[in-house]
T-cell receptor
């Protein structure tokens, strides 16, 4: 069964600090992996998308990595800001499929 | 704004009511989706429409009835819902319906539904 597991479930960090969120998946065959940011009361917004051949992709202070061999991805946030407080969702797409497998998300709280 | 607009943003309904959720996208996309998001659970795909044709019904109960009159509009008609149907209902659109990297899904802000 295709699954996406994210850790930690929640995280609290001080403003200005860095953090790393983890994503492990069992989706096979693999097509691409996406990270979304979901603010409270809003829909998810795409941050990055990586295919099999890409092992890192950045979007401002967000850097995603992908290890397709171990089926792991991480999202690193640099110099966190209060506006980074949100849920971060890892989503994996299987090759030849239009269905996406979603993780439960990591709820990040950035405090002053 | 993501280019995907959902109305209403909040809805409270009784189990015997009939209501409809509306989604409109201004992105020129061909595929539209309905998702259900419950607390502490991953997003659940409900329906997929590609060029106005339903291509996926993920074993959704018949009390949820989708309608896609054109590629820009998507409705979810609700009737005789149960309290466990209370959730955030998200609409999304993408250029195509395949899961390849070109088809990024853009989400609306969602409708928060409470069934009493």
């Amino acid at each position: 069964k295709n699954q996406v597991e994210q850790s930690p479930q929640s995280l609290i960090i001080l403003e200005g600090k860095n953090c790393t969120l983890q994503c492990n998946y069992t989706v096979s065959p693999f097509s691409n992996l996406r990270w979304y940011k979901q603010d409270t009361g809003r829909g998810p917004v795409s941050l990055t998308i990586m295919t099999f051949s890409e092992n890192t992709k950045s979007n401002g202070r967000y850097t995603a990595t992908l290890d397709a061999d171990t089926k792991q991805s991480s999202l690193h946030i640099t110099a966190s800001q209060l506006s980074d407080s949100a849920s971060y969702i890892c989503v994996v797409s299987g090759a030849g499929s239009y269905q996406l497998t979603f993780g439960k998300g990591t709820k990040l709280s950035v405090i002053p | 704004e993501t280019g995907v607009t959902q109305t209403p943003r909040h809805l409270v309904m009784g189990m015997t009511n009939k209501k409809s959720l509306k989604c409109e996208q201004h992105l020129g996309h061909n595929a539209m989706y309905w998702y259900k998001q419950s607390a502490k659970k991953p997003l659940e795909l409900m329906f997929v429409y590609n060029f106005k044709e339903q291509t996926e019904n993920n074993s959704v109960p018949s009390r949820f009835s989708p309608e896609c009159p054109n590629s820009s509009h998507l409705f979810l008609h609700l009737h005789t819902l149960q309290p466990e149907d209370s959730a955030l209902y998200l609409c999304a659109s993408s250029q195509g319906a395949s899961g390849n990297a070109k088809n990024i899904q853009y989400f609306g802000a969602g409708t928060r539904l409470s069934v009493l």
